[in-house]
T-cell receptor
Framework: SQQGEEDPQALSIQEGENATMNCSYK?????LQWYRQNSGRGLVHLIL?????REKHSGRLRVTLDTSKKSSSLLITASRAADTASYFC?????????????FGTGTRLTIIP | DTAVSQTPKYLVTQMGNDKSIKCEQN?????MYWYKQDSKKFLKIMFS???????INETVPNRFSPKSPDKAHLNLHINSLELGDSAVYFC???????????FGPGTRLTVL
């Protein structure tokens, strides 16, 4: 079974609005990361949040982590057309130091100009 | 400068053939990975190498053989290609096998 599952699977919003994506996972983790993938491209790292952190910011991005609920959310504020992409959460639940990321199913975000 | 590069970008081949995908990173990272992304965009790790040593080997058919000649390169050789191998293969790298991973542009493999 997949470790991470994003919700919603697809999201369309008007430019300027905020976009929120959620990620749920099943096991204890060391860290959780969010990546963006533009169509036909590789993934780009956005932000990493450790298991002992609850919130992190990077520019227009805000990530929260609730380990008791095994969930994370990614908020993109003041969305732009360039934010159109798929967004993936990835969890590291490795035991022996070498990170092994398990990716979620992704949220397809479309920003309508 | 390209950080993680892969060649070729597209690969179309017949069932039963053998093919290779090359990956190089110029970031000075010591850990490299291969991922497979299927048609539903689900991304799954296949292998990881740290300083040329195999660290992660998921349940991948042994038709897939990674080779790391040095820590900047991780190639993927696939024998006896099958229809189900059609996917996009991504190479990635990280520093000390932890944290942010840098992905290559992907190689779209189509097996006919």
């Amino acid at each position: 079974s997949q470790q991470g599952e994003e919700d919603p699977q697809a999201l369309s919003i008007q430019e300027g609005e905020n976009a929120t994506m959620n990620c749920s996972y099943k096991t204890s983790i060391n860290n959780l990361q969010w990546y963006r993938q533009n169509s036909g491209r590789g993934l780009v790292h956005l932000i990493l949040i450790r298991s002992n952190e609850r919130e992190k910011h990077s520019g227009r991005l805000r990530v929260t982590l609730d380990t008791s609920k095994k969930s994370s959310s990614l908020l993109i504020t003041a969305s732009r057309a360039a934010d159109t992409a798929s967004y993936f959460c990835a969890t590291d639940a490795s035991n022996f130091g070498n990170e092994k990321l398990t990716f979620g199913t992704g949220t397809r975000l479309t920003i309508i100009p | 400068d390209t950080a993680v590069s892969q060649t070729p970008k597209y690969l179309v081949t017949q069932m039963g053939n053998d093919k290779s995908i090359k990956c190089e990173q110029n970031l000075g990272h010591d850990t490299m990975y291969w991922y497979k992304q299927d048609s539903k965009k689900f991304l799954k790790i296949m292998f990881s190498y740290n300083n040329k040593e195999l660290i992660i080997n998921e349940t991948v058919p042994n038709r897939f053989s990674p080779k790391s000649p040095d820590k900047a390169h991780l190639n993927l050789h696939i024998n006896s290609l099958e229809l189900g191998d059609s996917a996009v293969y991504f190479c990635a790298s990280s520093f000390r096998g932890w944290g942010e991973q840098f992905f290559g542009p992907g190689t779209r493999l189509t097996v006919l």
